[in-house]
């Protein structure tokens, strides 16, 4: 018979962003706990709120499998005498296993004959296991923080006040510290705090509702959306988009009741986003807009509780916004009075890294990559200047009053302010984007401006982590360089961006001067192979073949819209049903020509005067024809077409290698067909090296 199984841990209190990944890791233990148990179950479904977590599994066994096991013992000859009694050893194999001599066997193996022996372990009731597990399984829930209280010694995100633990209709009895499992759980705090009675796994979720308790996160935060939506419609507006403090807010109340509160006109002269991060990251209040998406002088708060008067309870939350608003107000005009010079100066008292130094330096180093990386793509001196007005620009909002207070609006307010003191839209946009991707899958920059900064600030970052030797690891990258890295390469491929990777890699490590605890040419290598193997990362993502990627990438990935491109070329060529031996012909060109190179031979220009079969002829007369159109594919950006144009020596590398010997005795012949090899190799190598091909 199955049941289902029913684990809720009943708290005080848990912070909002514990409770989703606590569900999680609890559900996934107890599956597995189950499943390598060997208890057959259904699926899981986990419940919430701040005071519970809670996991109900379907269909789980009563009983867990009998397993049977064949044993081996010792050898024939030990385990019995000469009459075919059993011995000493035969009679401890019996006695370990609980089982009579008689029940002995012999196996007939490759090294010989052994007793054997069935050996079956009964299942336990599941009930019984799950009373050995469970303390064990609520001790494993991971928090970011845990606490202990009284004289325990468990530790967990909050005191947890009561466990309930159903399997079916019957109690699954186990302590934990002095907390005793039981059949029941607890209402809402405030509107129904009296002790409820749950007779099965299937009553749980009602016996909750009709004690105002919404276990279901899903069915809440779907109450929790439509009543603010109604919220805010009548107030005569909508809620602004906020996925991530729904989810916020979820978590946060077992009973959401919205309403609407509202703050002074006064306040809307401070910019909406300010108005909006107050609200939002003090409050956890919703914004509301109106039909032109303009800040209204409301807002929607969900509380726990449904409140007998609750316009009082509107009042209230009016008046703790007030204080914050009215911080935000008096910061913002505080910022307005400044000047980006005064902010400018004051970076040099802003550490950007112990040995890197100021944000100040920062900035200077950026304006430099980001002229030029304004002339490698080819931009106007009108961008150029944008992009250095901007790098000067683009920090200064630290050390406002606004971001010192709400630093998630750095950037935001750094456009925001060089809006209101004159500077060309361009310049302000590409303060806010420079931050972009903030990660990852997020937008980038839209402007071209915003572009070129935000790649001169993250190849800062990540020279300047190299030159200091705070290279990211396996398990640690406290700088997010790889998030970095990804942006630049998306960046630059966005953009078309396809100036040379490794020349701006070696501007912006030359500009660390005494800073370098490393030689630059070691920090450019470090930092190219860096990046390569993040493009490497983003195309394995983008569903292309390791091995394809592999050999596209270690020849170059210094022209980066090129470098997927000749993926989805190599990937395409790769489908055809005749490429294998294509690669294999190829790969023996490169493979010759390494072991030549590895031999010290000598690898000169081809004389064909010394050619001594009409195959080394017809290759050299087809190689001369393919290459110049392989470069004119190139350069029209035709890298299907290209491949294809290589491709076509197949037939004559498969002739040469049919009628002549690469290692003739002769050594100027030798090397003559080393060269000739060579040109080929060349062809194809700046394309892919497909000695990496799987075939």
Not at 24 to 35: D, E, F, G, I, M
Not at 602 to 610: H, Q
């Amino acid at each position: 018979m199955n049941n289902s199984l029913l684990l809720e841990i009943g708290t005080e209190e848990i912070p909002a962003s514990y409770i989703t990944p606590a569900l999680n890791a609890l559900s996934s233990t107890l599956l597995k706990k189950l499943t390598d148990a060997r208890i057959a179950h259904g699926s899981a479904r986990v419940f919430g709120t701040p005071r519970r977590l809670a996991v109900e599994i379907a269909d789980v066994s009563d009983k867990q499998e009998s397993v049977t096991t064949e044993v081996m013992g010792p050898p024939e000859k030990v385990g019995f005498d000469e009459n075919g009694k059993p011995a000493v050893p035969a009679r401890k194999f019996a006695e370990k296993l609980g089982i009579s001599t008689d029940e002995i066997s012999i196996k007939k193996t490759k090294k010989g004959s052994y007793l054997c022996a069935t050996k079956t372990e009964e299942g336990l009731e599941t009930n019984v296991f799950l009373q050995g597990i469970l303390p064990d399984v609520i001790r494993s829930v991971p928090f970011p923080k845990t606490m202990k209280w009284a004289d325990l010694n468990l530790q967990f995100a909050r005191p947890v006040h009561w466990i309930l633990a159903l399997l079916g209709n019957d109690v699954i009895p186990f302590s934990l510290e002095n907390i005793k499992s039981g059949n029941t759980t607890r209402g809402h705090r405030f509107m129904s705090p009296d002790t409820i009675t749950v007779t099965t796994p299937g009553d749980y979720i009602e016996r909750l509702r009709s004690a105002y308790v919404l276990a279901d996160l899903e069915e809440r935060k779907q109450i929790i959306e439509k009543e603010i939506s109604k919220a805010a419609q009548e107030a005569g507006g909508r809620v602004l988009p906020d996925s991530e403090l729904v989810d916020i807010v979820n978590n946060l109340v077992e009973y959401p009741v919205p309403v609407v509160g509202k703050f002074d006109e006064e306040f809307l002269e401070v910019p909406d986003e300010v108005l909006i991060t107050a609200m939002r990251e003090h409050q956890k209040y919703f914004a509301i807009i109106d039909e032109n998406d303009k800040l209204m002088s409301c807002f929607i708060a969900v509380n726990n509780t449904q409140a007998k008067n609750m316009d009082l309870v509107a009042a209230g939350h009016g008046r703790v916004i007030r204080a914050r608003l009215a911080d935000a107000q008096f910061f913002y005009k505080g910022d307005l009075e400044a000047s980006f010079d005064d902010w400018i100066e004051k970076l040099k008292g802003v550490l950007f890294q112990a040995k890197l130094g100021s944000m100040y330096k920062k900035i200077m180093r950026v304006r430099e990559v980001a002229e030029f990386i304004s002339d490698a793509a080819g931009q106007d001196s009108a961008v150029k200047e944008q992009a250095a007005r901007a790098a000067m620009l683009c920090k200064a909002d630290l050390v406002s009053q606004v971001v010192v207070e709400f630093p998630k609006l750095q950037g935001v307010m750094g456009r925001v302010y060089a809006g209101i003191k004159g500077e060309p839209d361009a310049v302000a946009c590409a303060i806010e984007e420079h931050y972009r991707p903030t990660y990852s899958g997020g937008t980038l920059p839209e402007t071209m401006t915003g572009a070129i900064l935000a790649i001169a600030d993250k190849i800062d970052s990540i020279c300047g982590c190299f030159s200091a030797g705070l290279i990211p690891t396996g398990a640690s990258d406290p700088y997010a360089l790889r998030r970095q890295g990804i942006g630049i390469i998306q960046i630059m491929h966005e953009k078309g961006f396809s100036f040379s990777l490794k020349a701006m890699i070696e501007k912006s490590a030359t500009l660390f001067g005494e800073r370098r605890d490393r030689d630059v040419g070691e920090t450019v290598s470090d930092v190219y192979t860096f990046l390569q193997n993040r493009i490497s990362h983003l195309l394995a993502e983008e569903g292309f073949s390791k091995d394809v990627i592999a050999s596209v990438t270690s020849v170059s990935v210094d022209n980066m819209p090129n470098v997927r491109n000749r993926v989805r070329a190599l990937e395409n060529l790769k489908s055809a049903p005749d490429f294998d031996p294509l690669a294999v012909a190829f790969k023996r060109v490169v493979n010759i020509i390494r072991k030549a190179g590895e031999a010290g031979e000598t690898v000169g220009d081809v004389d064909k005067n010394l050619f001594e079969h009409e195959s080394e002829s017809a290759l050299y007369a087809a190689y001369n024809a393919v290459k110049n159109k392989v470069s004119e594919d190139l350069d029209k950006g035709l890298f299907d077409q290209a491949l294809l144009d290589i491709a076509s020596l197949r037939d004559t590398v498969d002739a040469f290698f049919d009628g002549v010997l690469v290692m003739a005795e002769d050594t100027k012949i030798r090397n003559n067909r080393f060269a000739l090899l060579k040109n080929i190799a060349d062809l194809f190598g700046g394309f892919a090296d497909f000695s990496k091909i799987s075939t």
